[in-house]
C-alpha cells in the first residue's frame, strides 16, 4: 500500500525538478527567476553563459489552500494537523524545487571541465589531461554509462546525420572496451 503512494511523489518530484514552473506552480508560490553564471564549452573553447534558476517560496495560493484545509480539518478536530502538513508539503515542494540538484549532469560537466581547464594550465599539463580523459573515457566504459547513453541516443535521435554520429561514437566505445565487455555489453 506504501507502495502505491511513495512512486507517484518520486515520479512528482523528478518531473518537477527537470521543467520550468508550471502554472500551476505560478499560482501556488512566488517565483523569483535568476541568472546564474555558467561556463560550456563551445568547440572546446570554454564560453560564458547564463541559466535560470528558480527560487520558490509559499505564495498566496499556497497559503489559501492551507486556510482551507485548516478549515475542513477543523470540522473533524484536526484543523491544526491538516494546516500544518499542508504547509509542510508545500513547503517541501519548494525546497525540491528551488534545488539545483535536477541539473546533476549539467554541474557534473562544468566541473569536470573547470578541472581539466586547470590541469591544462600545469606544466606538463596537456600530457595530464590527456591521461585524465583516458582515464574517464575507459571507466565509463568499463561501467557501460556509454552504452546506455548510445541507446538512448539510437532511439530518441531522428535526425539522419545526428544518427550517423552516434553510430560514429558507438564505434569508438567499441574500439574502448575490451573483449570480456563487449561479450557482456
Known amino acids: ?10 515520479a512528482l518530484l523528478i518531473y518537477g525538478c527537470s521543467s520550468a514552473p508550471t502554472r500551476t506552480e505560478q499560482g ?8 546564474v553564471p555558467v561556463v560550456v564549452l563551445s568547440n572546446g573553447v570554454p564560453v560564458n553563459s547564463q541559466a535560470e534558476v528558480y527560487s520558490y517560496t509559499l505564495g498566496p495560493g499556497a497559503r489559501n ?15 491544526g494537523l491538516v494546516g500544518t502538513g499542508l504547509g509542510a508539503l508545500f513547503s517541501l ?10 541539473q546533476t549532469a549539467v554541474t557534473l560537466a562544468e566541473s569536470i571541465e ?3 581547464m586547470f ?13 585524465l580523459v583516458n582515464w574517464m573515457q575507459a571507466h565509463q566504459a568499463e561501467t557501460g ?8 541516443l539510437s532511439k530518441y ?20 572496451q575490451t573483449p570480456s565487455q563487449k561479450a557482456n555489453g
Open 157 to 176: 535521435v531522428d535526425a539522419g546525420d545526428a544518427q550517423a554520429a552516434a553510430q560514429q561514437v558507438q564505434a569508438v566505445i567499441n574500439s574502448l
Open 119 to 131: 590541469i591544462r594550465q600545469l606544466p606538463n599539463g596537456s600530457v595530464m589531461d590527456n591521461e
Open 114 to 116: 573547470t578541472m581539466r
Open 1 to 10: 500500500m506504501k507502495k502505491l503512494f511513495v512512486l507517484p511523489i518520486l
Open 93 to 102: 515542494w519548494g525546497w525540491v524545487r528551488s534545488s539545483k540538484k535536477g
Open 65 to 79: 489552500v492551507q486556510e482551507i484545509g485548516t478549515a475542513v480539518g477543523n470540522l473533524f478536530g484536526v484543523g
Open 145 to 152: 554509462v556509454l552504452n546506455e547513453v548510445m541507446a538512448l
Open 28 to 35: 501556488l508560490f512566488n517565483i523569483q527567476t535568476n541568472q
